[in-house]
T-cell receptor, first 116, second 116 residues
């Protein structure tokens, strides 16, 4: 069974702090994602990575950056946290092959970030 | 552009009654369609998907969904609701013309509440 692990369940940070959210998957998946979940807005893609050191902006990348130095680990970075970044952050992964274009996403349990 | 609509923010059903959670989509090509469930303080879990073939798809926990191409809908159904089905449900669509796994769009979510 695929396991996607997010290092923190809850985080409280101050405005202006640099924040790191970590995600690790154990199934050798090529694709990894960071989503933001807000009530009434569903899930919005922040960044996507399809290989080590490769990334693609999602729908709402402003104020965020990512790092993927190893295949199993995908980090989301808030360069200078702001109160409007208070949200639930979800990491996900899928395999990537022509057979896998219909593969479902495997999600971590989420990190609830509060910026004060 | 792709889009997914879940027209009901909340659905309330009595235990033992049938339930339906609605989803309509808009894509230019043929879609892959997914349903996910989210329990409190957890990530999303995959329930079922439509790829091709039979319009009625069966998934986990007794759920099924019906693909209707003419109405561009993919409603989630269960013949007899359980209290434990209470959760947040998300519909997602992916246009199969796109090879990038990042082209997955989520609906805004529907909260299902089953009363004993």
């Amino acid at each position: 069974d695929v396991k996607v692990t997010q290092s923190s369940r809850y985080l409280v940070k101050r405005t202006g702090e640099k924040v790191f959210l970590e995600c690790v998957q154990d199934m050798d998946h090529e694709n990894m994602f960071w989503y933001r979940q807000d009530p009434g807005l569903g899930l919005r893609l922040i960044y996507f990575s399809y290989d080590v050191k490769m990334k693609e902006k999602g729908d709402i990348p402003e104020g965020y950056s990512v790092s993927r130095e190893k295949k199993e680990r995908f980090s989301l970075i808030l360069e200078s946290a702001s109160t409007n970044q208070t949200s639930m952050y979800l990491c996900a992964s899928t395999p990537d092959s022509w057979q896998a274009t219909n593969s479902p996403l495997h999600f971590g349990n989420g990190t609830r970030l509060t910026v004060t | 552009a792709q889009s997914v609509a879940q027209p009901e923010d909340q659905v309330n059903v009595a235990e033992g009654n049938p339930l339906t959670v609605k989803c309509t989509y808009s894509v230019s090509g043929n879609p892959y369609l997914f349903w996910y469930v989210q329990y409190p303080n957890r990530g999303l879990q995959f329930l079922l998907k439509y790829i091709t073939g039979d319009n009625l798809v069966k998934g986990s926990y007794g759920f099924e969904a019906e693909f209707n191409k003419s109405q561009t809908s993919f409603h989630l159904k269960k013949p007899s609701a359980l209290v434990s089905d209470s959760a947040l449900y998300f519909c997602a669509v992916r246009d199969r013309r796109y090879s990038s796994a990042s082209k997955i769009i989520f609906g805004s979510g529907t909260r299902l509440s089953i009363r004993p």
